[in-house]
């Protein structure tokens, strides 16, 4: 059963990525989470796999105008998760602009969530509990090394034409 459930969730990041038109989409994108909804937000939701075939989707509030985007990306490599050993995630390294912009962002934000958008869909919206000074971010879990393998590509090659 876990294995089914490690292969739909593969397939369905898969389907999901290569699903969106990468040519009006934005790639990769960083915006904050609010409590009230308005015109300048958008009601966004993700799911999580929780066990035995079910999955709990939470609904967030994100502000429309962004804060980040791959523009400020230095690059994309996979990595395994350091709690479960058996999902992958991609690791975003951002260049010299971006790192210090994310940690003014998540310096002036703490105690918020803010979203974490993939191909204009939303990946995670992690709660700040300090300043992100690393420049570092992790986008994307999966149980398939293949999945994350291709988003990092993605991101990557986004990188690149820049």
Request: include cysteine; hydrophobic fraction near 45%; charged fraction near 20%.
């Amino acid at each position: 059963m876990k294995k089914l459930i490690a292969t739909m969730t593969a397939c369905l990041f898969v389907l999901a990525a290569g699903a969106a038109d990468l040519t009006n989409t934005p790639l990769f994108q960083i915006g904050l989470v609010v409590d009230t909804p308005s015109t300048d937000t958008e009601q966004m939701s993700v799911a999580h796999p929780i066990g035995n075939g079910a999955v709990h989707t939470e609904t967030y509030t994100v502000r429309k105008m962004v804060a980040f985007d791959q523009s400020v990306l230095k690059s994309a490599s996979v990595m395994t998760n350091k709690r479960y050993k058996d999902v992958f995630e991609v690791q975003i390294t951002f260049n010299d602009e971006g790192r210090k912009r994310l940690a003014e962002f998540t310096r002036q934000n703490v105690g918020k969530h803010f979203a974490i958008i993939l191909f204009g869909q939303l990946d995670s919206a992690p709660m700040l509990k300090s300043e992100i000074s690393s420049g570092t971010v992790w986008v994307g879990s999966s149980q398939s090394k293949e999945a994350a393998e291709d988003l990092a590509a993605k991101i990557n090659a986004a990188i690149t034409k820049k």
